[in-house]
């Protein structure tokens, strides 16, 4: 097995710490050849579609492809935005808010973010970080819920990079955090802001992307994970059992997947005279193509189309301010172990720094 060039060991270097920061992933523009570049790189997982190759590569590249590439580009135009992909542009600017939040608790980690599928492709952001010294590597998952179909494929794409790599750096997971105080702290306070500043609904639904049936049976906590999420986040919030549902969003194929589903229920909701509904998906934490097309887009015309009258969408955490010490909460508690804190004089340094960044910005903002 041919090993990738890398950098030389240099015997003495300073030791490096870096978390990566890995989200699902997303076309480089709102066209139907890179959607369909991406859709073959994401469909031909066998972490995702659990069919026998053979059958699945005709499927594949001869019925899906050709079609949903053109239908998915139409999708990703109506999110698009300026600066890019609204997937990559949140995951990005976590990653950047998440060092200096760490920074600021006097850390030395060099913080990245990668994609699964498309770019930054994350056998690159390793690559680099090997370049960079690094050989202290946590991996962070952005699904707070587990499963094979997310969580696992990303164990899978770093094992099979260092399985080219000879001096490994040193490597932790993060498999979920579903159930953290500071994660479910973040989406309460997302919640009552949503209500404080637009009032509350008759419902809450929490829609979490939905997977095959299947998977539950074959033993994928990722069914059970979603439901304790809603569990806490209902005690957190103070609702009765009635006031908060959990449902399930983007079926594929004729197979069964989780229930209820996300869309027939917000439809049945609307016919038995639900006038208001608040839809939040707790499973992702930047918003992207199935939160913003499929759910505050698609679903809210089924809702509305049944006879509803308000759908109030509740964005994702994104760069929320409780998120992004969610994730340094998380992050900090795995890091455990690893030399990451500033000497004295580098914690002197950073506040000041710190200090001349807030009298700039104080500065700009008074010339405005």
């Given at each position: 097995?041919?090993?990738?060039?890398?950098?030389?060991?240099?015997?003495?270097?300073?030791?490096?710490?870096?978390?990566?920061?890995v989200n699902l992933g997303t076309p480089?523009?709102?066209?139907?050849?890179?959607?369909?570049?991406?859709?073959?790189?994401?469909?031909?997982?066998?972490?995702?579609?659990?069919?026998?190759?053979?059958?699945?590569?005709?499927?594949?590249?001869?019925?899906?492809?050709?079609?949903?590439?053109?239908?998915?580009?139409?999708?990703?135009?109506?999110?698009?935005?300026?600066?890019?992909?609204?997937?990559?542009?949140?995951?990005?600017?976590?990653?950047?808010?998440?060092?200096?939040?760490?920074?600021?608790?006097?850390?030395?980690?060099?913080?990245?973010?990668?994609?699964?599928?498309?770019?930054?492709?994350?056998?690159?952001?390793?690559?680099?970080?090997?370049?960079?010294?690094?050989?202290?590597?946590?991996?962070v998952p952005a699904y707070p819920q587990?499963?094979?179909?997310?969580?696992?494929?990303?164990?899978?794409?770093?094992?099979?990079?260092?399985?080219?790599?000879?001096?490994?750096?040193?490597?932790?997971?993060?498999?979920?955090?579903?159930?953290?105080?500071?994660?479910?702290?973040?989406?309460?306070?997302?919640?009552?802001?949503?209500?404080?500043?637009?009032?509350?609904?008759?419902?809450?639904?929490?829609?979490?992307?939905?997977?095959?049936?299947?998977?539950?049976?074959?033993?994928?906590?990722?069914?059970?994970?979603?439901?304790?999420?809603?569990?806490?986040?209902?005690?957190?919030?103070?609702?009765?059992?009635?006031?908060?549902?959990?449902?399930?969003?983007?079926?594929?194929?004729?197979?069964?997947?989780?229930?209820?589903?996300?869309?027939?229920?917000?439809?049945?909701?609307?016919?038995?005279?639900?006038?208001?509904?608040?839809?939040?998906?707790p499973g992702f934490t930047s918003d992207?193509?199935?939160?913003?097309?499929?759910?505050?887009?698609?679903?809210?015309?089924?809702?509305?189309?049944?006879?509803?009258?308000?759908?109030?969408?509740?964005?994702?955490?994104?760069?929320?301010?409780?998120?992004?010490?969610?994730?340094?909460?998380?992050?900090?508690?795995?890091?455990?172990?690893?030399?990451?804190?500033?000497?004295?004089?580098?914690?002197?340094?950073?506040?000041?720094?710190?200090?001349?960044?807030?009298?700039?910005?104080?500065?700009?903002?008074?010339?405005?």
């Amino acid at each position: 097995m041919a090993f990738n060039d890398e950098p030389k060991y240099t015997h003495g270097s300073a030791s490096k710490t870096a978390i990566v920061l890995v989200n699902l992933g997303t076309p480089d523009a709102p066209d139907a050849s890179a959607v369909r570049r991406y859709l073959k790189q994401f469909l031909s997982d066998p972490r995702v579609v659990e069919i026998p190759r053979a059958i699945w590569w005709l499927i594949l590249n001869g019925i899906i492809l050709p079609i949903r590439a053109k239908k998915s580009a139409k999708k990703y135009a109506l999110i698009w935005t300026k600066e890019g992909s609204p997937l990559k542009v949140h995951t990005a600017r976590q990653a950047m808010l998440l060092r200096g939040q760490l920074g600021e608790q006097g850390h030395a980690v060099q913080v990245a973010y990668a994609m699964s599928y498309g770019n930054p492709g994350l056998p690159d952001v390793l690559n680099q970080l090997q370049k960079d010294g690094c050989d202290r590597i946590l991996v962070v998952p952005a699904y707070p819920q587990y499963s094979a179909t997310t969580t696992a494929s990303i164990f899978d794409a770093v094992s099979t990079h260092y399985r080219k790599v000879r001096n490994i750096p040193e490597l932790r997971f993060i498999k979920h955090y579903h159930d953290d105080a500071a994660y479910i702290h973040a989406l309460k306070n997302s919640v009552l802001a949503h209500w404080q500043t637009h009032g509350r609904g008759e419902k809450l639904v929490l829609s979490f992307h939905g997977v095959p049936k299947r998977t539950l049976m074959l033993g994928d906590p990722y069914h059970c994970e979603c439901y304790k999420t809603a569990r806490l986040l209902a005690e957190q919030l103070g609702l009765a059992k009635d006031d908060l549902l959990v449902t399930f969003q983007s079926r594929f194929g004729k197979a069964e997947w989780l229930q209820p589903y996300t869309a027939p229920t917000l439809q049945k909701l609307a016919k038995e005279g639900l006038q208001r509904v608040d839809v939040m998906c707790p499973g992702f934490t930047s918003d992207c193509l199935e939160t913003l097309e499929e759910i505050s887009l698609e679903a809210k015309q089924e809702f509305l189309t049944a006879g509803g009258k308000e759908f109030h969408y509740i964005p994702c955490l994104n760069e929320s301010p409780d998120w992004i010490a969610a994730l340094a909460v998380i992050a900090t508690r795995h890091l455990k172990g690893w030399p990451t804190r500033l000497s004295a004089a580098e914690s002197e340094a950073l506040r000041a720094q710190q200090a001349v960044s807030s009298a700039e910005a104080r500065r700009l903002g008074a010339a405005q």
